[in-house]
């Protein structure tokens, strides 16, 4: 069965830099799209990045600090986070989606992922 694991969660200072894994097994990885969520207490899951064939793509709140990347060969998707925030604090998701057919679709809404990983806490304090 398909499974994504992800690490590298944590506390860190505000301004500080994270690096979170996401382990993929079960699927045919690079037939996927990865991307990344986050859910702060009392709030919406919501987009942070995803990378569905060439170019990553990022939401607004974490466009420049943010950074996602892909090891095909590894089955591993990354997150890295610079300049971190407070309003960072989040469990962070990740999430494979069915490549779209089209390069240009970016797949930014929860219900486009089919697989979900059990997240990582990330908590940054000011």
């Known amino acids: 069965q398909v499974q994504l694991v992800e690490s590298g969660g944590g506390l860190i200072q505000a301004g500080g830099s994270l690096r979170l894994s996401c382990a993929a097994s079960?699927?045919?990885?690079?037939?996927?799209?990865m991307g990344w969520f986050r859910q702060a207490p009392g709030k919406e899951r919501d987009f942070v990045a995803g990378?569905?064939?060439?170019?990553?793509y990022y939401a607004d709140s974490v466009k420049g600090r943010f950074f996602i990347g892909r090891d095909n060969a590894k089955n591993l998707v990354y997150l890295g986070m610079s300049s971190l925030k407070p309003e960072d604090t989040a469990v962070y998701y990740c999430?494979?989606?069915?490549?779209?057919?089209?390069?240009?679709?970016?797949?930014?809404?929860?219900?486009?992922?089919?697989?979900w990983g059990q997240g990582t806490q990330v908590t940054v304090s000011s």
């Open positions: 079960g699927l045919t990885f690079s037939s996927y799209a």
């Open positions: 990378f569905s064939w060439n170019d990553p």
């Open positions: 999430a494979a989606a069915p490549r779209p057919a089209s390069p240009f679709q970016r797949l930014n809404f929860r219900s486009e992922y089919r697989y």
